[in-house]
Every structure is written in structure tokens, then in C-alpha cells.
């Protein structure tokens, strides 16, 4: 049927309305729906007229009041099904079904609600983060003496060819100067182009580094770059699932008590919970003071586990949003 006609006997249905006709209306419009279920006009328009009309005759019809809440419904505007609920309530017979909509729209009130506070919490909390960024305490002023030039990490990302995947040398200068500027252990979480880094970084042992790789493929390619004498301890480990996450398996691994800097580069984000494990399971080599790095902290599972951490951990962070993102954040002091 050519949607001229549907639309005709919409017109139809409502001149039905206004005579009071509200069978014949309702008859027309089931044959639109049963045409195109779709039909944005006859399921917001027509119908709640009809509907609303047959309730100001009749304020008792329990039919037309859950008939009219459902057409409502179907616009996702809430406002519309309470007010509706709440203007002819009181005349429509208490029922198991009205006290079933009262409940439920009572919760999905209560729930928008609560999105729309934690919507304004997040959006506030990010800009915090941001203004951390840009009045940052946690980044020295002056580069640390020893760390590699820029060109050398640009030399580095060149030779290992990793494309899009690689590191930029901007994010390994900003490594490289939280090594200098921390101490204790460090975890890198995902391996690649930072490890060789590291790996130059530490080249005299002062400190334990620890690199976890997920993938073996990649895990043997590293292991076949780094020199036989690297003082960086890499590991394969498969990600296994935890309480509420997948994150590297730790299991065979000692986890050092002192961890001064994080690096979280994995697991990809596409792993169940993102990289939130990374604080729940280091959590006992935690101190105050500890640092953490948080690539690709634009995307929404990072900032998730940003938010997360800032709640279990209570976190300072700083939210860096120029690229991919990087977030800096410190274990608070006791």
C-alpha cells in the first residue's frame, strides 16, 4: 500500500478522533501499523490522540491509559509516559499491571537520574584531569641528565617498523624522563620499541625491570632483539581471566614489592575490562609515590579504567588528550 494511503487514513482516523468515533479511529490505525509497524506518525500522533481522547470520555478505561503509556514509550521520552501515568492514574483501577508500570518507570527514572549525575561526575572529573595535565607536577620542568636525545628514540622507532603500532618518540622521552625522575621496580605491561628503551635505560642493572607480553610471537621477536646480557626481564604471559577482567597471568612471576613506575601499553583494548587489571593485580608492589603511564587513554575503556583506579586507588591523574591520549597518575601518599 503507497504510503500516501497510510498517510490518508491517518487523516482519516483523526477527523474519527474529533467525532468521537474512537473505535473507527482505532481500527484505522491498526491497519496502518499492520501496513508499517514503523510509521512514526501513527504510533506518536494519531494514536495518543485517539487514546488520550478516549480517556477524557473515560478516565476508568484501563486499556486505553496502558495503551497510551506503551505508544508513549515507544518515543523514548520519558517526561511524556509520566506525565501521562501521572494525570490519569488516580482514576484507573489499582492492578498488578498498573503497579508493575508504576515500578518500572519509577526505575528507569531513577536510573536516568543516576546516568545523567554520573555523566556530570565523569565530565567534571575529566576536566580536573585535564587541568592536572596542564599545571603538571608530576612531569620535571628540566630533562633529567642521561636520558636519550631525540633523534636517537626517533632512529629507534625507524629501525623497529612497527607503523602505526610503534611508539611515537615523544611518548619514549616521556618514559625515559619518568625513569630518571623515579625509583624501584618497573612493570611494562605490552612490549615493543618502550622495552628497548628500557633496556638502554637500565643497561647497569640499578633497577628491576619487568616487561609482560601476552602475544609469543611477539614475545620471541623481542627476545631476539634484546641483547643475551639485557637486564630487562621478559616474560610471556598469557592473559587469563580475573574477577571482572583479563589481564597477563602472574603466576609464575615475582612480583617485586617496590614498584616505582607503571608503563601500561597492554593489553589491547579490545581485552575484556581494558588495562584496568594492571592496578588490581600489581596492587601489593604498589607504594605511594608510584607512577603510572596509561597509553591510548583517550579511548573509553582507558578512562574507564582511569575512573576506576581513581576510586580504589584514590589516584592523582593527569589527562594529556593531545593523539591517542596518555594519562599519568600517582599513587596518592597515606
Known sequence: MPTQTLDDQIRQAEEHILAGDHGDA????????????????ALNDAAVKCLEAILQQ????????FNLLDTLALTDDLELVIDAYLRYEEQIPDTEEKVEYAERITSEAQQNVDEQAAAQKVGATLATWENNAAHSNLINASEPQGTPA???LEKLVQEWDNGAWAATPTYLALL???FAQTTGAVVECGSGVSTLVLHKLNQHGE?????LEHHHG?????QTTLPQ???VELYHAPLRSYDGFDWYDMDSIDLPSDIGLIICDGPPGTTRGGRVGALHVLCKGLRPGTIIVLDDANRSRELAALLDWDEAFNVHVELFTEGKGIALAQIAEQ
Not at 482505532?26 to 506518525?41: F, G, I, Q, R, Y
Not at 633497577?207 to 616487561?211: E, F, M, P
Open 176 to 178: 625515559s624522563q619518568l
Open 229 to 231: 646480557d639485557t637486564t
Open 26 to 41: 482505532l481500527t484505522l490505525l491498526h491497519e496502518v501499523l499492520s501496513e508499517d509497524p514503523t510509521h512514526t506518525e
Open 58 to 65: 473515560d478516565p476508568t478505561h484501563s486499556n486505553a491509559f
Open 150 to 152: 631525540v633523534q636517537d
Open 218 to 222: 611477539w614475545y620471541e621477536r623481542l
Open 207 to 211: 633497577r628491576r625491570v619487568i616487561s
